[in-house]
């Protein structure tokens, strides 16, 4: 998945949270995020308010929980394994180790999100 099909897709899905999101598609995510964040941080400093990033943080928030729980449900887990996170120090280590692990095969969330079934694999 493409960095702008990333995008759109954690837009078009904003409050979606059944499916699955490969693991580029999560990635993807989180660096727009970082780096609209980073820009709306610096725009609220040039301003001299902190309104403009707490707008971009509200715009973000419910999308940016969807696609994680979605990327949880690639690699064959609950999405109510997102709230280990608030565990201190030891709960946003193992998120991130579940956000890193390759996507699992068709489970009970669905088909892999990049599953090229069918398509033949190129010989180099």
């Known amino acids: 998945m493409s960095f702008q099909e990333a995008i759109s897709d954690g837009f078009a899905k904003y409050v979606q949270f059944t499916g699955r999101s490969s693991r580029s598609a999560y990635w993807y995510w989180a660096l727009f995020a970082f780096i609209v964040y980073v820009a709306a941080y610096a725009i609220s400093l040039a301003l001299g308010t902190m309104i403009p990033y ?6 973000l928030f419910l999308p940016g929980i969807a696609v994680g729980v979605r ?10 394994w997102y709230f280990i996170a608030l565990v201190p120090l030891v709960g946003g ?3 991130l180790i579940f956000f890193c692990q390759p ?6 969330f669905g088909a ?13």
């Open 54 to 59: 707490l707008l971009v943080a509200l715009a």
């Open 103 to 108: 996507s699992a095969p068709a489970n009970e």
């Open 93 to 95: 280590i193992a998120l």
């Open 112 to 124: 892999a999100p990049d599953d090229k079934a069918g398509t033949p694999v190129p010989v180099i």
């Open 71 to 80: 990327r949880l449900h690639d690699t064959g887990k609950s999405g109510w």
